[in-house]
């Protein structure tokens, strides 16, 4: 599965941006799909994941209550939504794909940089 982040941009602090991830190619391997980000001089971190059937989503302790995952499974993309954005979560994000099966994210999309500025 090839995968397409796309969304990212500068926002004031308190602002919202939306990603999208859009994936292509042998979709029907992809179980899960979950968004990564890594902040400046810091390890790559979990963001929020969701699963292609029933929609089961899992979010990061410090994004809970702020974003949203989402999918559309008719045009095979993944959303996250962000609203009330911070400084801390100025990062690339990237979105990635897990098997059915799999521990591990075998695919990943090529990153958006979000900037939020104070």
């Known amino acids: 599965v090839q995968l397409q982040a796309s969304g990212g941009g500068l926002v004031q602090a308190g602002g919202s941006l939306r990603l999208s991830c859009a994936a292509s190619?042998?979709?029907?391997?992809?179980?899960?799909m979950a968004w990564f980000r890594r902040a400046p001089g810091k390890e790559r971190e979990f963001v929020a994941s969701?699963?292609?059937?029933?929609?089961?989503?899992y979010y990061a302790d410090s994004v809970k209550g702020r974003f949203t995952i989402s999918r559309d499974s008719a045009k095979n993309t993944v959303y996250l939504q962000m609203n009330s954005l911070n400084p801390e979560d100025t990062a690339v994000y990237y979105c990635?794909?897990?098997?059915?099966?799999?521990?591990?994210?075998?695919?990943w999309g090529q990153g958006t940089q979000v900037t939020v500025s104070s």
């Open positions: 969701i699963t292609w059937g029933g929609g089961l989503t």
């Open positions: 990635a794909s897990q098997r059915p099966g799999r521990t591990n994210y075998g695919a």
């Open positions: 190619g042998r979709t029907s391997d992809s179980f899960r």
